[in-house]
């Protein structure tokens, strides 16, 4: 099998570089068989475009502004542009990937929806295209996210959905997925699982990917309206899975000129046995689906990740970004929970803006890059600040 030579796609087994492939048990083989033979031919047709690019339009909010942000900018002596996804119908980019699942889901005769979620912008993502589009939506979450991110499970409650927690290992979006997984298993005929994140058996990570990529498509043309050129020299963006990064970096994957720059979640410290930080951490390794680098002891077993951003407190990455790590395109930084506490302060406070949790790790590392004045930074301001307003509560009354 020849290696595909664009960062992008993913070779025909759905690899990129040695990290990828659809590793699932036999119950699913014919739902991941359906989608790979069938989703690139549905969604590049016209009139699922058509209808896609209108709800994106018209529901999600789309094109979201790129804003210069000119006193974080002038604190780094040098342009920084934020890519507002905030600024989405229900607060993050997650909702770009949702409704081109659900368009697609629809076309291929599903009746039932199950989502994963571990900050819950996901589950209120699927949640919210689910009650657009009639149908039943079962979204699995952690307990302990359960107990952390409460408004957003209010929100998936009162869009209709039903939120099943995971009461097994950490209680988070590891074994959300698990007990997604294996809802799948047990519903193979009826059931679309829309997986957030661009992790998963081929052909997720791709069509993730691609549903996300109208974030760098978008940011392309804007740079150029703001810069007279499309090209930043920086892209920043936050990895947990890592659609919104995904998302981000897509159409700059095979710009050279361009600094990819993914900051994963340190934790207490990367080497504090409290921590996300999975490429400084993780070796080969099959997870949910595929091979990737995930944190594991020296037997296999996964180790429990730490994060203070619940969307971040993943024990993997998606391969796409592990073959980034790998090969070197990209630039693998990381910010620990109080770093990340700090920059999300300090956005507040600079330019009026209160991020996502996972969102404010990206802003933390910009002291950390050598930048100059002639440069021109692109930091994906992935979600709002909502949901963790009682995690930012406890920071302030210490």
Request: a negative charge.
């Amino acid at each position: 099998m020849e290696m595909t030579t664009s960062y992008q796609q993913p070779d025909q087994q759905g690899y990129y570089g040695q990290f990828g492939g659809a590793y699932i048990p036999e119950m699913l083989h014919r739902n991941v068989e359906e989608l790979t033979e069938k989703y690139l031919g549905i969604i590049y047709e016209e009139s699922f475009q058509k209808e896609f690019q209108q709800l994106l339009r018209d529901y999600v909010g789309r094109p979201t502004p790129l804003f210069l942000a000119e006193r974080l900018s002038k604190e780094h002596n040098v342009p920084v542009y934020l890519k507002r996804e905030d600024l989405c119908h229900t607060g993050a980019h997650k909702i770009n990937n949702t409704i081109g699942q659900i368009l697609l889901a629809r076309k291929l005769g599903k009746t039932r929806i199950i989502a994963e979620t571990g900050a819950g912008q996901h589950g209120v993502a699927t949640a919210t295209v689910c009650a657009l589009k009639g149908m039943e939506c079962i979204v699995y979450m952690g307990e302990k996210d359960i107990e952390r991110q409460a408004p957003n499970v209010a929100r998936m409650k009162m869009l209709g959905a039903k939120v099943v927690p995971a009461a097994s290992g950490s209680k988070t979006l590891k074994d959300a997925t698990n007990e997604a997984i294996r809802d799948w298993i047990n519903n193979p005929v009826d059931t679309h699982y829309i997986i957030g994140s661009v992790v998963g058996p081929h052909p997720y990570p791709d069509m993730v990917a691609r549903f996300q990529s109208v974030i760098s498509e978008e940011t392309r043309k804007q740079l150029k309206e703001h810069t007279g050129t499309e090209l930043p020299t920086h892209v920043i963006a936050c990895v947990g899975g890592g659609s919104n990064a995904a998302g981000m970096f897509y159409h700059f994957l095979d710009e050279p000129s361009v600094q990819l720059v993914a900051v994963e979640a340190a934790g207490h410290g990367v080497n504090s046995g409290m921590s996300a930080a999975t490429t400084q951490l993780g070796k080969p390794g099959i997870l949910h689906g595929s091979k990737s680098l995930v944190m594991q002891t020296t037997d296999g077993q996964v180790v429990e990740p730490h994060s203070i951003s619940a969307g971040l407190d993943y024990p993997g990455v998606g391969p796409l970004h592990a073959h980034l790590f790998e090969s070197g395109r990209g630039t693998f930084l990381n910010a620990t929970d109080e770093e990340a506490l700090q920059a999300a302060f300090h956005l507040a406070k600079t330019e009026g803006i209160i991020p996502a949790l996972e969102s404010a790790h990206a802003f933390s590392v910009l002291e950390k890059l050598k930048l100059k004045p002639s440069d021109r930074v692109v930091v994906c301001l992935s979600g709002r600040g909502d949901k963790d307003l009682a995690t930012y509560m406890n920071a302030m009354q210490k």
